[in-house]
């Protein structure tokens, strides 16, 4: 990754462009480090050599420069505010951006760009997507929980409060009709998701074995014996479920202070090998959603925060129609902000996702206003 050696000297513009190579490599070798500090273990070995490579980056476009790389170069302003990101919102938020940043990379299309310097940053793209991936598993349930729920309240209460309004209605009948939205939806919402996540725990524990299958192991008739039928059942192999029938019964033949807590023969031995792995998958999903009491409570929190928003205009004595286009800028606003962080924390980008967002809260809510409107001139 040397440049040439006596290469000729570069035209003006390839100074312009090399330049704002050296400083956004600079700056992005920075902003790992920076997100390295946050973290520890292996996500933290990563995201150094993240930063290593990015320097190499950097060192090679220096060299090609020359005397030409004097005075320092400034960022760009992707490069500079995904810096000050990094100092001011979380590592998902940042590495989503950084995603973004290392899959569009200009060097595929530029000739002076070396093959590795190219290759490397698609390879560093793939490398932030999984460290990413490992951020949105772990805010999975808390995002979609708080993304679901606003949503949910500011379309439907702006969309409630439109059709009411448009049928000609006094002012404080579109409030209590709004209030009455707000709390309706709210209080569904955390039904919904308490008896969701308490349903699944449910139906975890439902597939777990009963507490006298262990108890029976023991007294297993160890040259006829339908325990390799169990895990046959569950899913294994006929070899595997004889592999794990025989771990199972040599343990039987081991002393009695050994089939206790924590010995061979406990409840997750009982387990097939599917079983296994769908209860560590199932255990850390629930890990990231949290008790059906907690989902519950942020649903009803995350709607009623998006579903009052419509109503503050009409809280302010403002006339009916006035209030309503007030409320609809403000539920746009809003609508969009929700939309971009989404496309931002799914590695896409933000506009079109907001713009998704926008049109589909707009799209209900133009609905139930001509609905209004029809119920109102018919006397309905």
Same mark, same amino acid.
């Given at each position: 990754?040397?440049?040439?050696? !006596?290469?000729?000297?570069?035209?003006?513009?390839?100074?312009?462009?090399?330049?704002?190579?050296?400083?956004?490599?600079?700056?992005?070798?920075?902003?790992?480090?920076?997100?390295?500090?946050?973290?520890?273990?292996?996500?933290?070995?990563?995201?150094?050599? *993240? @930063? @290593?490579?990015? +320097?190499?980056?950097?060192?090679?476009?220096?060299?090609?420069?020359?005397?030409?790389?004097?005075?320092?170069?400034?960022?760009?302003?992707?490069?500079?505010?995904?810096?000050?990101?990094?100092?001011?919102?979380?590592?998902?938020?940042? *590495?989503?951006?950084?995603?973004?940043?290392?899959?569009?990379?200009?060097?595929?299309?530029?000739?002076?760009?070396?093959?590795?310097?190219?290759?490397?940053?698609?390879?560093?793209?793939?490398?932030?997507?999984?460290?990413?991936?490992?951020?949105?598993?772990?805010? $999975?349930?808390?995002?979609?929980?708080?993304?679901?729920?606003?949503?949910?309240?500011?379309?439907?209460?702006?969309?409630?409060?439109?059709?009411?309004?448009?049928?000609?209605?006094?002012?404080?009948?579109?409030?209590?009709?709004?209030?009455?939205?707000?709390?309706?939806?709210?209080? $569904?919402?955390?039904?919904?998701?308490?008896?969701?996540?308490?349903?699944?725990?449910?139906?975890?524990?439902?597939?777990?074995?009963?507490?006298?299958?262990?108890?029976?192991?023991?007294?297993?008739?160890?040259?006829? !014996?339908?325990?390799?039928?169990?895990?046959?059942?569950?899913?294994?192999?006929?070899?595997?479920?004889?592999?794990?029938?025989?771990?199972?019964?040599?343990?039987?033949?081991?002393?009695?202070?050994?089939?206790?807590?924590?010995?061979?023969?406990?409840?997750?031995?009982?387990?097939?090998?599917?079983?296994?792995?769908? *209860?560590?998958?199932?255990?850390?999903?629930?890990?990231?959603?949290?008790?059906?009491?907690?989902?519950?409570?942020?649903?009803?929190?995350?709607?009623?925060?998006?579903?009052?928003?419509?109503?503050?205009?009409?809280?302010?004595?403002?006339?009916?129609?006035?209030?309503?286009?007030?409320?609809?800028?403000?539920?746009?606003? @809003?609508?969009? +902000?929700?939309?971009?962080?989404?496309?931002?924390?799914?590695?896409?980008?933000?506009?079109?996702?907001?713009?998704?967002?926008?049109?589909?809260?707009?799209?209900?809510?133009?609905?139930?206003?001509?609905?209004?409107? @029809?119920?109102?001139?018919?006397?309905?």
């Amino acid at each position: 990754m040397t440049p040439q050696p !006596n290469a000729p000297a570069p035209t003006r513009e390839q100074i312009r462009r090399w330049r704002r190579y050296v400083a956004d490599e600079r700056m992005e070798a920075q902003t790992y480090r920076y997100l390295a500090k946050k973290r520890d273990g292996e996500e933290r070995e990563i995201l150094l050599q *993240l @930063a @290593a490579a990015e +320097c190499r980056h950097e060192q090679y476009w220096v060299q090609r420069l020359g005397k030409y790389a004097k005075p320092d170069p400034k960022p760009s302003p992707g490069s500079w505010l995904l810096s000050k990101l990094a100092r001011m919102f979380g590592t998902l938020f940042v *590495l989503a951006l950084a995603q973004r940043s290392e899959g569009r990379s200009n060097y595929d299309a530029d000739d002076d760009a070396s093959a590795q310097i190219a290759a490397d940053e698609h390879i560093h793209g793939e490398v932030v997507r999984g460290l990413a991936e490992r951020s949105r598993e772990r805010l $999975s349930g808390t995002f979609r929980a708080a993304v679901f729920g606003a949503n949910d309240g500011l379309v439907s209460n702006l969309a409630l409060i439109a059709g009411i309004a448009a049928t000609g209605t006094t002012q404080s009948m579109v409030i209590a009709a709004g209030f009455a939205g707000l709390l309706a939806g709210a209080l $569904s919402m955390a039904a919904g998701e308490y008896i969701s996540v308490t349903s699944q725990r449910e139906l975890l524990e439902a597939s777990s074995p009963s507490e006298d299958m262990r108890e029976a192991v023991a007294k297993l008739d160890v040259h006829a !014996n339908e325990l390799e039928l169990v895990f046959r059942a569950r899913g294994d192999s006929e070899q595997e479920s004889r592999d794990h029938a025989r771990t199972i019964l040599a343990a039987i033949n081991r002393p009695a202070t050994e089939l206790t807590t924590g010995s061979i023969v406990t409840n997750h031995a009982m387990l097939s090998a599917k079983q296994r792995a769908k *209860l560590r998958e199932d255990g850390q999903q629930f890990v990231e959603i949290g008790s059906g009491i907690r989902a519950g409570l942020s649903s009803f929190l995350f709607f009623a925060t998006g579903a009052f928003l419509p109503l503050l205009p009409f809280m302010f004595g403002l006339s009916s129609y006035v209030a309503l286009g007030v409320s609809v800028v403000i539920v746009g606003a @809003a609508l969009m +902000c929700t939309g971009g962080v989404t496309g931002v924390l799914s590695g896409k980008s933000p506009l079109p996702r907001a713009l998704r967002q926008l049109a589909i809260g707009y799209g209900a809510t133009l609905v139930t206003y001509l609905l209004g409107l @029809a119920f109102g001139a018919s006397g309905v």
